[in-house]
């Protein structure tokens, strides 16, 4: 969940002396003439704000602005090399790999699969043939060292822009991230388990993660509390000798259904009376620790997504060892940090390959059914939506891109900014084009004969979980407005101001 923390580095007052007629004044509205007279807006610096104020001339205003690019939490562009957003030559064979072992052996592996499992007795679990399936290609992917590459260090070493253009091959393929160990939420289960977990955390979960041999969950979101702000979580943990004692209620936690599903990351409050940002800790909680009851499946449009599930829990006197408390009591926060970053941005990588595959089935039904004496993709409006599809495409591409880049430069933390304008960005589009693809495939869209229907499901869900659209928008546009703070400005752009003359130019 998003965390809000004091920014350094904005609000500073900045008293604009020496300034040339250019950026200074307001053309005057009672006169034909061009007359200027100074006028300047003060934007109020928060109170936060106590830096001294700097004598500042035009040049070096512009040169502020434009300073306050990812080195400072903005969303702008200083440096060409911002640009430079290429997979490093290191990675290439390894993207080959993997988009290799992906149309070769996860492909057809995944057809078989979800036959496999239909009318099984129960939804709750997999059949042998599906875990055999399932199995095989992980084991596959391990021999071919095609193997949790998401982690930086334990991985491949990958940075976040080569994971980036990997992660959008695996969005294509609905059992591509679990073949290869990159699903969440395991992945950002195991990198936090890695960034802060102890030896004995480590030696109990995280190397059975790493290893592919159980699933994990993430708990925080509750029924009774407007869970995007996670101040909110209520779920208590109360240390009592060696043990903590939970209570409190989860629901829509994603993978709690799965029998494979042996472990917890679970957000509660253990200081009610601290500091909001220190009240809450992250503990690790077994799936089959007394007291934890499944209530059942959440449902997604009428789905429950069995027997991975969205699942309703309850703690009731739920006792774990102090020791599998994270980093530390209060340190909830920050662990939030670590874990969404990545996990977000891997989620938007993702759609952009379901975005890509959308298109591909909408281009190819257009081509080749008929109405009206013409292919399906020449009616109408249609071909302009194709080409919409197409430049969003590019153009959430080149953010999720740059976004990787942020994180890899910045670190998650600094880099929040761009994280959470690709998480607002993408899923909304991405649930656009899926809706066009549907539209042009008539009633067989919203079917079973095609991945379409999944895909506008697990989109849109996006734009809810881990954090929903508004909040993320709240982010980059504070994040806009805090570049304003304390400056001196033009209240309004003129003509001097932006050096363009009138008609005619
Ligand atoms: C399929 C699915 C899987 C999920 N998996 C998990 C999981 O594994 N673990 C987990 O803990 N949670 C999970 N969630 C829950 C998800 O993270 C939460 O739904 C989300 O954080 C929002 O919390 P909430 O539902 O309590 O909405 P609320 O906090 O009640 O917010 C409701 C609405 O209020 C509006 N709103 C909120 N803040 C702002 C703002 N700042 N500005 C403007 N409007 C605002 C938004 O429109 C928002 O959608 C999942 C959800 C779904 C649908």
Redesign the pocket.
């Known amino acids: 969940?998003l965390v809000a923390q004091p920014r350094e580095g904005v609000g500073v007052g900045v008293e604009l002396t020496g300034i040339e007629p250019v950026t200074s004044c307001l053309q005057s509205r009672r006169s034909s003439q061009l007359s200027y007279s100074p006028v300047t807006v003060r934007i109020p610096v928060r109170p936060a704000a106590t830096a001294p104020r700097r004598a500042l001339g035009v040049a070096s205003l512009r040169r502020r602005w434009q300073d306050q690019t990812m080195e400072s939490r903005a969303l702008k562009t200083n440096s060409m090399d911002d640009f430079d957003l290429r997979m490093s030559e290191e990675s290439r064979p390894f993207f080959d790999a993997v988009v290799e072992f992906l149309e070769t052996v996860v492909d057809p592996m995944q057809a078989e699969f979800f036959q496999a499992g239909e009318g099984r007795a129960d939804r709750w679990s997999y059949t042998e043939r599906q875990l055999e399936l399932l199995e095989g290609a992980k084991d596959q992917a391990k021999a071919k060292g095609l193997w949790n590459f998401f982690l930086p260090d334990t991985g491949q070493g990958l940075s976040n822009l080569d994971y980036a253009y990997l992660a959008v091959e695996l969005g294509k393929y609905p059992l591509g991230s679990e073949s290869l160990n990159c699903s969440a939420?395991d992945t950002g289960n195991m990198e936090v388990l890695e960034r802060v977990g102890t030896p004995e955390q480590k030696q109990q979960w995280l190397e059975p993660l790493l290893n592919g041999e159980i699933r994990s969950?993430?708990?925080?979101?509750?029924?009774g509390?407007?869970?995007?702000?996670a101040k909110?979580v209520r779920c208590q943990a109360v240390r009592d000798g060696d043990e903590y004692v939970i209570n409190g209620e989860?629901?829509?936690?994603?993978?709690?259904g799965d029998p494979r599903c042996k472990i917890m990351i679970l957000?509660c409050q253990t200081s009610p009376d601290g500091p909001p940002h220190r009240r809450q800790s992250q503990i690790l909680v077994p799936m089959d620790a007394p007291g934890l009851e499944i209530l059942g499946p959440?449902h997604?449009f009428g789905q429950d997504?069995a027997p991975h599930g969205?699942m309703h829990l309850r703690l009731t006197d739920v006792r774990v060892p102090a020791g599998n408390m994270l980093w530390g009591e209060g340190r909830g926060f920050e662990i939030s940090q670590l874990r969404l970053g990545p996990g977000r941005i891997h989620h938007c990588m993702r759609g952009i390959g379901a975005a890509e595959k959308a298109l591909d089935l909408m281009c190819r039904r257009g081509l080749t059914r008929e109405a009206f004496g013409k292919p399906l993709a020449r009616l109408g409006g249609n071909t302009e939506i194709i080409a919409r599809a197409r430049t969003e495409i590019e153009a959430m591409r080149m953010m999720v891109l740059r976004a990787a880049k942020a994180m890899d430069t910045l670190g998650n933390t600094e880099a929040r900014v761009w994280i959470s304008a690709v998480k607002a960005m993408v899923p909304e589009r991405v649930c656009n084009i899926i809706d066009q693809a549907i539209q042009m495939h008539g009633a067989t869209g919203v079917s079973q004969w095609t991945p379409l229907a999944g895909m506008y499901q697990?989109q849109r869900?996006?734009?809810?979980?881990?954090?929903?659209?508004?909040?993320h928008?709240?982010v980059v546009g504070r994040s806009e407005l805090a570049s304003y703070e304390g400056l001196e400005v033009p209240a309004s752009p003129t003509s001097a101001a932006t050096g363009l003359g009138g008609s005619g130019s």
Not at 461 to 471: F, S
């Open positions: 969940m939420p969950c993430f708990g925080m979101t509750e029924p509390v407007a869970s995007s702000d909110n989860k629901y829509y936690i994603s993978g709690a957000m959440m997604v997504d969205h697990s869900t996006l734009r809810l979980a881990d954090g929903p659209d508004e909040v928008w709240m």
